[in-house]
């Protein structure tokens, strides 16, 4: 059965994220995604000040302008916008808006999940 | 990271602890927020990192110019350009390992954000127009380019509701709101070289990237982004603006540059027109094809006429009044500059006969008015 991984936090993913379902947008640097693209902060050695089991997951958004503002804005996180559907197999996901950033989620993939599977380069936005 | 740092060496020291304030932007960890250091407030910019380390830019910061950022007055690249900058090395625990002082024109290009980017997309301009051209810069634009890029955006944002809601040819109820879709409010100016933006009203803008279908901003936008793509063809023929309807002309008139003067060049932008906000050029070459092909559609489709009638309805929310009891016998929908708006209304109070003089479509008879008289009693017994 579809998992997270033993060593994260014991409520990550929190219990009011979902079952994944749905369209979101992924920014990548490479096209096909390079393994980096689709890891998350804790995967990558990366300390977060912020709330630990963000770290264990990935952001994406539901909005594909948001995810284009955002490749304008830092040039070096990736210009690449791609598209995935994601369904409960997939993971966990919750809507984890910053201010008036209402697209902005964190997607908590299971253990065994191919990420970058789901995922198509995208051209909207 | 491959790129270097031209700069002073600085002391880490004085990042060593910072305390995060406030995150404004977090993708996969923060990437825009303010935090307290040993030497000022600042706003942090995650611009670069590898597996080794990461790269902040750092620059002093208030509590205006987050205001600013939130608010839309100022872009991210604006509110980070400060008259000194630090680039922060950290590891990815962000304990600072190396610093710089610097400027922002110091960076390669290629780690700042675009230049005009707002904090959130929704902040983005709607509207904007640029005029380019030798000398434009902040204490030396003309008055006259100032007038001519807020009026020619404004205009056009008119022409182009009148071809997409079909107006002037209807007055009334339905058409009472039009002039929200162009009489915008200005959200900034800047001097590079002189532009002027206009943002809609904030629940509005957001309602423009949530529901892009239903706005009818979002069909202004995109009826003038088509006119600028068929004045932009690569044929460099014609045929594309001849296809355009009349007011769609004199909107593009109103975004193309004057064939002598300071201003060379216009550059157009803004969500409405969608494209991912893309920017259009028109130069003198699109004023002489755009100018040859509207004075051909206006020789068939328009005369000028000079009239006399009495005001009798006025749509001041969109410019507008019937004329009737006329010389010609006909009533007439006339659509005036807010220039002669007291005029109008004096003689709609007042039921004061007047005399216009402007361009008529022969196919509705709608007149867009030039000269507005009122005429007087002398004339009258005359």
């Known amino acids: ?125 | 990271m491959d790129w270097n740092i031209k700069g002073l060496n600085s002391d880490p020291e004085d990042f060593r602890g910072f305390k995060t304030l406030s995150v404004l932007i977090d993708v996969d960890g923060p990437r825009l927020f303010t935090a307290e250091t040993r030497v000022c407030n600042a706003l942090f910019m995650l611009v670069d990192e590898n597996n080794e380390s990461a790269r902040f830019v750092v620059a002093p910061t208030s509590d205006a110019i987050i205001a600013q950022l939130e608010n839309g007055t100022v872009s991210v690249r604006n509110a980070l350009d400060q008259p000194v900058v630090w680039v922060l090395e950290t590891d990815h625990t962000l304990e600072p390992q190396n610093a710089w002082r610097t400027t922002l024109g110091e960076l390669p290009e290629s780690v700042l954000p675009a230049q005009g980017r707002m904090l959130w997309p929704h902040l983005q301009p709607a509207f904007r127009l640029r005029a380019i051209g030798e000398g434009l810069s902040h204490g030396t634009v003309p008055a006259s380019v100032i007038r001519q890029v807020v009026e020619g955006a404004s205009t056009a944002l008119r022409k182009a509701a009148a071809h997409v809601f079909k107006e002037p040819g209807k007055q009334g109820r339905a058409s009472n709101s039009r002039k929200r879709l162009y009489d915008l409010p200005v959200q900034h100016f800047a001097y590079n070289s002189f532009e002027v933006a206009f943002s809609l009203p904030p629940e509005q803008q957001e309602t423009l990237l949530q529901d892009e279908d239903d706005a009818e901003m979002q069909q202004i936008g995109t009826a003038l982004a088509e006119a600028i793509s068929s004045s932009n063809s690569a044929e460099n023929d014609d045929a594309n603006l001849q296809a355009l309807e009349i007011e769609l002309l004199e909107a593009l008139e109103k975004l193309v540059p004057p064939l002598s003067g300071t201003v060379t060049e216009f550059e157009v932008g803004g969500t409405i027109l969608g494209q991912g906000d893309k920017t259009f050029r028109l130069d003198r070459d699109t004023s002489k094809r755009v100018k040859k092909v509207l004075q051909t559609v206006r020789t068939k489709e328009e005369k000028i006429t000079t009239l006399e009638g009495l005001v009798a309805e006025m749509d001041r929310d969109n410019l507008t009044f019937t004329l009737r009891q006329t010389s010609d016998h006909k009533d007439h929908v006339c659509s005036f500059s807010a220039e002669v708006f007291d005029e109008v209304m004096d003689a709609f109070v007042n039921e004061n006969r007047v005399a216009i003089s402007g361009r008529e479509t022969l196919k509705s008879g709608n007149i867009d008015v030039s000269i507005f008289n009122e005429v007087g009693e002398d004339a009258l017994q005359g």
């Open chain 1, 1 to 125: 059965m579809a998992g997270f991984p033993k060593h994260w936090p014991d409520t990550c993913p929190p219990p009011d994220a979902e079952p994944a379902n749905g369209v979101v947008y992924r920014i990548c640097r490479e096209n096909p995604p390079a393994v980096g693209d689709f890891q998350s902060h804790a995967e990558l050695g990366k300390a977060s000040k912020g709330d630990a089991c963000l770290r264990y997951g990935l952001s994406v958004f539901r909005n594909p302008s948001e995810a284009r503002h955002l490749t304008e804005l830092f040039p070096k996180l990736g210009k690449l916008i791609f598209r995935g559907e994601l369904t409960a197999e997939h993971g966990k996901l919750k809507a984890t808006p910053a201010r008036t950033r209402p697209s902005h989620m964190t997607w908590w993939p299971f253990e065994k999940v191919e990420r970058a599977a789901a995922f198509t380069i995208s051209s909207e936005g």
